[in-house]
C-alpha cells in the first residue's frame, strides 16, 4: 500500500494524467483508422507512395486525437513525459536498437518454425526499397512516423494512463497493446520486445523521446540492414542445420546479453537520478473503463484473427 503522504501517491493524485477511459477510446481510433487505412491501401495503385498512406493513418486517427486531448487536457505533460532525455544516455539508443533488430528477427525466425509446423504460412513482408531515393522515402514514412505517433500513444499516453497500476505493470500491458494493434500474428515477438523496451528506455530516462529515438532507431535498421545486403545472395533456401541452429543460439544470446548490459546501466542511470518505478497497484476498473478498454482489445484481436484467416486462405488452408 502507498501512504497518503507518499510522494508517489501525491503525484498520482496532483499530477493531471490520462484516463484508462480516454486510452481505450483512442486506442479503438487507432484500430479503426488502420482498418480505414487499410481499404484506401487496396483501393490506390500499387504506384502510390507509401508516405501518402501512412500520413493518412498516422496523422489523423493518432497524431490529432492526441494533441486535442493534450489540449483539452492542461498542464498534462508532465504525465506524458514531454521532457528532453540527457544527451549521453539517448546515444546509446541507438546500439540498443539495432541489437534489438537482431534480436527480434532470432525470435521471429523460430516463431515462425513454429507457426510453419502448425500450418500457417507467412503473408510476406512488404516490398523492401531498391534505390536510396525509396529507402529516405521510407525512413521518413516507414520508420519516423510511425515511430514519433506510436511512441505518443502508447509510451506517452497509454503508459501514463496504466502506470497509476504501476510502472512495471504498465510497460507490460502497453507492450502488449503495441503487439496486437499491429495485426501481425507473425511478428508478435518482436512487436512485444520493441513495446517492453521501448516502454523501459521511456521510464528510464523520465522522457517519451527517449521511446521515440529508440523505435525510430529500430525501424530505420529494419530497412537500412536489408537495402546494405540486398547485394548478396539472398534467393537460395536455407536448410536449419543443426550447426546453424546452435550458431544462431549463440549468437542471439550474445546479442542479449550485450542488450541486458545496455538496459542495466539505463536503470543504474535512473536509480541514481531518484527516477523510481511506481509500485503495483491493485483497483479494479471503472464500468466504463472496462468497457471502453474490452471494445478496444476486441477490436484489435479481431483485426489479428482477420489478417492470420486471410493469410491463411491465400495458402490454400483450412482450419
Known amino acids: 500500500m502507498i501512504a497518503m503522504q507518499d510522494p508517489i501517491y501525491e503525484k498520482l493524485t496532483k499530477e493531471p494524467r490520462p484516463t484508462l477511459f480516454a486510452t481505450g477510446v483512442l486506442l479503438l481510433l487507432a484500430t479503426l483508422g488502420l482498418w480505414l487505412s487499410s481499404l484506401l491501401e487496396l483501393a490506390l495503385p500499387q504506384s502510390a507512395s507509401p508516405l501518402i498512406i501512412n500520413a493518412s493513418y498516422y496523422l489523423p486517427f493518432i497524431a490529432l ?3 486535442l486531448y493534450a489540449r483539452r487536457r492542461p498542464g498534462i505533460g508532465g504525465a506524458l513525459r514531454l521532457n528532453p532525455p540527457p544527451l549521453l544516455p539517448t546515444l546509446a539508443l541507438a546500439p540498443l536498437a539495432i541489437l534489438s533488430v537482431y534480436v527480434a528477427s532470432t525470435l521471429a525466425f523460430f516463431w515462425e518454425l513454429l507457426l510453419n509446423a502448425l500450418g500457417f504460412h507467412s503473408p510476406g ?9 525509396e529507402l529516405a522515402l521510407a525512413i521518413v514514412s516507414m520508420a519516423a512516423m510511425p515511430a514519433v505517433c506510436e511512441e505518443l500513444l502508447f509510451r506517452g499516453f497509454a503508459l ?10 504498465a510497460i507490460g ?4 497493446l503495441f503487439a496486437l494493434l499491429h495485426g501481425n500474428l507473425y511478428g508478435l515477438p518482436a512487436y512485444l520486445l520493441v513495446g517492453a523496451v521501448a516502454g523501459f528506455v521511456t521510464f528510464a530516462l523520465d522522457s517519451v523521446y527517449a521511446g521515440i529515438v529508440y523505435h525510430t532507431v529500430y525501424n530505420a535498421a529494419c530497412l537500412v540492414i536489408p537495402f546494405l545486403l540486398s547485394g548478396g545472395d539472398g534467393d537460395g533456401e536455407i536448410a536449419l542445420s543443426l550447426w546453424m541452429a546452435v550458431r544462431i543460439v549463440l549468437e542471439f544470446a550474445m546479442r542479449l546479453g550485450m542488450m541486458g548490459l545496455l538496459l542495466a546501466a539505463l536503470w543504474l542511470r535512473a536509480r541514481r537520478a531518484g527516477i523510481d518505478p511506481i509500485p503495483r497497484i491493485r483497483r479494479p476498473l471503472e464500468d466504463g473503463e472496462r468497457v471502453m478498454l474490452i471494445l ?11 489478417v492470420t ?7 490454400g488452408g483450412s482450419l
Request: zero cysteines; proline letters at 5%; glycine letters at 6%.
Open 173 to 176: 500491458v502497453t507492450a502488449l
Open 309 to 315: 484467416l486471410l493469410a491463411f486462405a491465400r495458402q
Open 65 to 67: 486525437p492526441l494533441a
Open 160 to 169: 501514463s494512463a496504466w502506470e497509476s497500476r504501476g510502472t512495471r505493470f
Open 125 to 133: 513482408g512488404f516490398a523492401q526499397p531498391q534505390t536510396e531515393a
Open 296 to 306: 478496444s482489445a476486441g477490436a484489435m484481436l479481431l483485426s489479428l484473427l482477420i
